[in-house]
C-alpha cells in the first residue's frame, strides 16, 4: 500500500471488518429497494457502491495523512466547522425551514457529520496540550463550550441525534482525560435534575446525593457552586416550562421518550421494525426473502432500520455478524488507545470508538424498541453518502493510529 | 509515558465493561425477539401482507311447495370505505350523506369503528340506486376512498306477502361475528333476523369463501399467495316450504286492507304449514338496504303494529272455538253423556249473585252437547265448565296443547295461558278469585289466550283423529350433494278417545251444515267440512272474530284458525274468508270440482 509506518494485524483487521460491513450494507439496500416503488429507489445500491468507493478512498488518504497534520490544524477545522454550522442556519432560513445539509446538484454535504470528528480533534487537541489536572473549573468549562458552541448549533437544525452525539463525546473524552467517573455524574446530573423535577421526593435525594458527592470530592468552590446552582435551576425551571407547553408539544416530548404512544408514527416504525426482526428467527426468511422488507411494511429500511432487514432476511445470526464486527471495530480501537504513544492520537481513537459505539447502540437499541427513534444512522449499513464517508474516515484514523503507535 | 499508559488501561477497563455491557444487551434483545417472540412477530409479519378478501356465500333461495321462487338473491349496488384510502373522514361523509339516506355523523362514525380494517372495504350503505352509483363513478376524484361493489341481496316478494314468515336478514354485528367464528362469516355478511330466515340460517347461510392476496404496505395486490389455497364460498342450501305460495296470496287478498289479523292454515296430516298470514304485514325489503329512520319510525307507530307476528305472538281470547275442548273434556270426564242435558238456556246463567248472558239472549232451551256446540250455546258450557272444575279444564287445555309453543319453525313464538288455580293465587292472592273464574273460561273468554297457531294446530289434530304435530314451514334444505328434511314430529295427543272426537266433529260439521248452524252462511258445496265460530269480547273495541275449520271431514288435508281483530262476530267476518281458503285449496288439489265445471255439470244434468 505504501503507507508509512507499521502494517499491524489490528490495522489489517479493521480494514476488513469495514469493508465486510460497507458489503453488507450493499446487500441489504438491495434487497431494501430492488422492488422500488419510486424512482427514488431505483437503483439505490449502485449509489451505494459508489459511496462505499469515495469512502474507501477517502480512508486511505486519511491513513497516509499524518496525524500531527490534524493535530496542528484542529482549531482551524473547528472555526470552519462552526462557520459552516452557522451559516447553514442562514442558507436554511432562506430555503424555508431548517436544514441539515448545504445542497450542490445531486450532492448534499452534512456538515455536523464531519463535525463528529472535528469536535473531537478540537477536544483531543484542547486536552492533550493542558497542563492543568482533569478536574480543573476552567479545563471543564473550556472543554464544554467547545462542545456546547457546536451542539446547540445542530440542534437548532434540529438534529438531536447528532448534538447527542457530541455529547457523549464529551464525556467519554473527559473521562480519558483522568476526570473521574464520579465527576462525570456530576457533570451530567442536572438531566436526572431535570428528570426527577417532577417528584419532589426524588428530587431532594437526588440533590442530597449530590451535595454529598460534592463534599467528599471537594471539586473546589467554584465548581461546587456551579454545579448547585445548575442543578436547582433544572430542578425549578423545568416544571414551569413544562406547565407553559402546549399539548401538542408535551406529547411530542412524550411520544419521543416512549413512541409506543404513538402507533401512527413512530410507534408505527418500531412495530414494523420489531416484527421485521422477530419474524427473522435464527437464521432469517434468506436474502431478498423478507416479507417486511420487500412490501414495504418496515419505514425507511435502507437508511435507519437497515439493521431490520438483515436480522428480517438473516435472522440472529446475521444481526450478531454485524454487531460482532462492530465490536470487533470498536474493541481493536480501544487497544490501539491504549498504546498509542501520542496523547492527541490516543484521545481520537477513544472518541472514534465512542462515535461507533453510541451510534451503533442506538440504531441497534432503536430497531429492537429499546432506544427512542433518533434518525442515527447505523455506520457503514445504512444508505447515505455522508454517514458512508464519516464511516471510512473514522475507520481510517483508528487505523492510521494502530499503524503509527510508536510515534510520539 | 509509562505511568500514564499504565493509567490509560485502568481506564480502557470501564470502557470495555461499559461497552461490552451494551453490546451484550443488544445481542440478549435481539436473540429474545428472535427466539422467544418469533411465533408472535412471524404471525404479525403474516397477517401484515396477507389479506383475506372473504367471499361472499349467496344464501340460498326459498320456495313454496310447488316449487315457485318465493325469495332469491338480486344483484344490488353496495357504497364502501377504503378506511386507508380516506384522508378527512369527516367530509368524505357529509359529501356521501347527500347521496345515502344516512346521516353525516352515521357514515362517519361507520368509518371510524373499523378504521383498524385498513384496506378492506367497509360497507356503508346497501341497495343504493344505480344514479347513486354513476354519481360517485363520475366525480370519483371528490370520493377518495369510495368505492361501490356489486352483491347480491336479498329480494322477498312484494307487498309483504311472506314476510311474517321469511322474516329477513341484515349485516352480521361485530359480537355476532366473535360468536359465530370459524362459520365462514365475516363483515358484512348478513345473517337471518326474523322468520326463516333466521330459524333456518345455518342451512341458508352458506359459508364464505376466502382468497389469500398479497399485498403491499400500500395496498397493492400483488396477487394470489402463494402456497395458500383459496377456499371457495360455499353456497348455502336452498330450502322448501310446505307453504302454498298462491294460496297465501289469495288469502291475503281476502283481508280488507284496514284490519288487523290472522290466518293460519296446516295439513292437518303432517303440521305442514299451509298458508301463514299475519295482516298488516310489512315490506321485508326495507331492511335489505338501508333503513330509512322515517320507514322504521312509520312501522313502529302504526296502531295495527305490522311487525307484530299475530299467528305466533298474537295471543287472544279463543272464545267458542273453545267450546270443543270443554265439550271433549266433559265427555271424557262422564259429566255428560253426549244426550246429556243441563237446565235449559233462557238466555242467561245465574251463579251466586251474578248473571252469566248467553249471547242469543232469548235462549237456546234444552240442548245437548252437539246442539250447544252448533249453537254456540254458552249457558250449556256455563253449566258443563262450572261441573268440570279449573283444574280439569287446564289440564284438558294442556293436553289439546295449549298454554306451550307448538315449536313452529318460526323465532320468537308465544305460549298463550292456561290459568289455573296456582296462577290465580299467584295473580289475585290466595283465595282472593272467585269460583266463577270457571264459569267465564269454558266459553273461552276470561283470562284464557292461545295464539292462532295453537287453535289452528288443535283443529288440525280434531280433524286427523287425534295427533298434535309440530307444525312447520321448511319441507326440506337441499343443495347440490345435500338434501335435509323436515322431522314430521308428534307433540302430544289429544285427550279424547275416538268417540268423543266422532261426537267433536259432528258438532262441528253441524256448525255449518245444521240449519241452526252459527256457520250456516259458510259452507262449501260439494263437500262436507267442519268448524266452529267464536266472538272474543275484547275490552278495547270490538269483538274479534274467530273461526277454526278443517276439511274435507272425511279425509282432512286443510286445517285453518283465522282471527280479525276488531271486526265483530266470527261467523259473520271470519268464517266466509276461511271458507273461501278452504273452497280454493280444495278445488286446486281436485276434491271438489271448480265452479265452472259443477256448473257445467248441472248443466249436463239438467240437458
Known sequence: ?408 | MNGVSYSRERRALLLYAAFGLFFLVLVVRLLLIQTAEHEKYYKMSEDNRIRLVPEVAFRGDIYDRYGRVIVENRPSYTISAIPNEIDNIDSISSKLADLVPLGKNEIAEKIRSKKFLRYQPIKIARSVSFETVCIIEENADKFPGIIFQLEPARKYPQEGVLSHAVGYTSEVTEKELREMKGEGVNYGTDIGREGLEKYWDRYLRGKDGLTYLEITAEGKILGDLQGRDNIPPEPGMDVQLALDYELQNYALSLFADTVAGALVALDPRNGEVLTFVSVPAYDANMFTGVLRKKDWDRLVSDPHKPLLNRIIKGEYPPASTYKLIVAGAGLEEGIIEPETKFAPCTGGYRFGNRVFKCWNLSGHGKLGVIGSIIQSCDVYFYQLGHKLGLEKFAEYSRKCGFGSKTGIDVPGEMAGLVPDADWYDNKLGKGKWPISVIINLSIGQGEVLVTPLQLANFYAAVANGGTLYRPHLMRMAFSKNDTVYAKIEKIGQLPFTDSTLAILREASVGVLYDSHGTARGSRIKGIKFGGKTGTAQNPHGNEHALFCAYAPVENPIIAVACIVENAGHGSEEAAPIVSRVVRHYLEKNGLIPDPDSLQNMASREAE
Not at chain 1, 490534524?70 to 436554511?92: R, T, V
Not at chain 1, 470528528?117 to 478536574?135: C, D, E
Open chain 1, 1 to 408: 500500500m505504501g503507507i508509512r509506518g507499521e502494517l499491524t494485524g489490528s490495522a489489517l483487521a479493521l480494514t476488513v471488518a469495514g469493508l465486510l460491513l460497507s458489503g453488507i450494507g450493499v446487500l441489504m439496500v438491495y434487497s431494501a429497494t430492488h422492488t422500488a416503488v419510486s424512482a427514488f429507489e431505483e437503483g439505490l445500491y449502485i449509489k451505494q457502491l459508489i459511496w462505499v468507493g469515495i469512502g474507501f478512498c477517502v480512508f486511505l488518504i486519511v491513513v497516509m495523512l499524518p496525524m500531527r497534520m490534524h493535530e496542528i490544524l484542529s482549531y482551524i477545522y473547528y472555526i470552519m466547522l462552526i462557520l459552516l454550522l452557522a451559516g447553514l442556519l442562514f442558507y436554511g432560513r432562506v430555503g424555508g425551514g431548517s436544514m441539515r445539509w448545504y445542497s450542490f446538484g445531486f450532492l448534499h454535504f452534512q456538515p455536523s457529520e464531519l463535525g463528529k470528528v472535528i469536535v473531537l480533534f478540537a477536544m483531543a487537541r484542547y486536552l492533550s496540550y493542558s497542563k492543568k489536572p482533569s478536574q480543573h473549573f476552567r479545563r471543564l468549562m473550556l472543554t464544554g463550550i467547545l462542545v456546547l458552541i457546536p451542539t446547540m448549533l445542530v440542534l437548532r437544525q434540529p438534529d438531536l441525534g447528532t448534538s447527542l452525539v457530541y455529547l457523549v463525546l464529551m464525556l467519554a473524552i473527559l473521562y480519558w482525560s483522568g476526570l473521574p467517573p464520579v465527576y462525570l455524574l456530576l457533570i451530567i446530573s442536572p438531566v436526572f435534575s431535570m428528570i426527577t423535577a417532577f417528584h419532589p421526593i426524588s428530587y431532594i435525594v437526588l440533590f442530597a446525593v449530590i451535595i454529598l458527592l460534592l463534599i467528599i470530592l471537594k471539586p473546589g468552590a467554584f465548581m461546587a457552586s456551579a454545579i448547585v446552582v445548575v442543578n436547582l435551576l433544572f430542578g425549578m425551571v423545568t416544571p414551569l416550562l413544562w406547565n407553559r407547553l402546549a399539548d401538542y408539544q408535551k406529547s411530542r416530548i412524550l411520544i419521543f421518550l416512549n413512541p409506543g404512544n404513538d402507533p401512527q408514527g413512530a410507534g408505527y416504525q418500531i412495530i414494523q421494525s420489531k416484527i421485521a426482526i422477530g419474524s427473522g428467527g435464527l437464521l432469517g426468511k434468506g436474502f431478498l426473502g423478507g416479507t417486511q422488507t420487500n412490501l414495504n411494511y418496515l419505514p425507511v429500511r435502507h437508511t435507519d432500520f437497515v439493521f431490520s432487514v438483515v436480522g428480517e432476511e438473516f435472522g440472529f445470526l446475521g444481526g450478531l455478524v454485524i454487531i460482532s464486527l462492530f465490536a470487533l471495530i470498536i474493541f481493536l480501537g480501544l487497544r490501539t488507545a491504549v498504546r498509542v504513544r501520542n496523547r492527541f492520537t490516543s484521545f481520537v481513537c477513544v472518541g472514534v470508538v465512542t462515535i461507533l459505539f453510541f451510534q451503533t447502540v442506538v440504531n441497534i437499541g432503536m430497531t429492537l424498541g429499546i432506544m427512542p427513534v433518533t434518525g442515527l444512522p447505523l455506520h457503514f449499513v445504512s444508505y447515505g453518502g455522508s454517514s458512508m464517508i464519516l464511516s471510512w474516515v473514522l475507520l481510517g484514523l483508528l487505523v492510521n493510529a494502530e499503524m503509527s503507535w510508536q510515534e510520539y
